[in-house]
């Protein structure tokens, strides 16, 4: 069975029974939620990986952070899918041709105001991808099994804008991912019951 195969036939498989998948916290003050998506890109290998950028400490918004590839929806997208895969050659020249989109994960609303949809895909791997010098300071691939594994998901809490925040952390060699890019991996985890 391929990589591919693997992660359709997961993704197609019903919530477990009892699985409580994170949604994000409204923020008072948040008028709306625009409709955003990210590429959750998987590496077709052995040992397959996810590829991962950080974002630029220049960035109005989440400057220094952890994500994936993504961005809001535009006008001209056909959806999440779209979005994704246009936001990911913008972002880190990743070809859209080269994506086997799988399926979309489960919607997340961040508290910035975003209601985010992972769309899951699997690329070739070791690509040359660039990224895009005024949004990303680096791309990155981190192993699959590693993000998905229960015991690398750490919840934690903040104090942000007068209230406790709950959130989780994935912490691989020296990055940490936090925030909305781990809930959703926790998300993927969840949903996936993944096994190396």
């Known amino acids: 069975m391929t990589l591919a195969d693997r992660l359709r036939a997961a993704l197609a ?16 003050g948040t008028p ?10 998987v590496t077709d290998r052995a ?50 041709a080269l994506v086997d989109v799988i ?4 919607l997340y609303r961040t508290i910035t105001g975003y209601e985010v949809t992972p769309v899951i895909g699997v690329v070739p791997p070791d690509l040359t991808l660039v990224p895009h010098e005024a949004e990303v300071a680096d791309v990155f691939e981190v192993p ?11 919840r934690v809490s903040a104090e942000w804008q007068g209230r406790q925040r709950h959130y989780y952390e994935i912490n691989w060699e020296d990055r940490r991912i936090w ?18």
């Open 103 to 106: 399926g979309t994960g489960d």
């Open 32 to 41: 709306f939620h625009a409709p955003a998506a990210v590429l959750v890109a």
């Open 47 to 96: 040992d397959p990986g996810v590829i991962l950028t950080q974002r630029t400490s220049t960035l109005r918004r989440h400057a220094g952070q952890i994500a994936f590839p993504g961005g809001r929806l535009d006008p001209e997208d056909d959806g999440p899918v779209s979005a994704a895969l246009r936001e990911a050659e913008e972002e880190i020249a990743l070809p859209r």
């Open 144 to 154: 699959l099994g590693f993000l998905l594994d229960h015991a690398n998901q750490r």
């Open 179 to 196: 925030g909305a890019t781990a809930a959703m991996i926790v998300n993927l985890a969840r949903r996936l019951q993944w096994t190396a």
């Open 13 to 28: 498989v019903e919530h477990a029974e009892g699985t409580v998948m994170l949604v994000g916290e409204d923020v008072e």
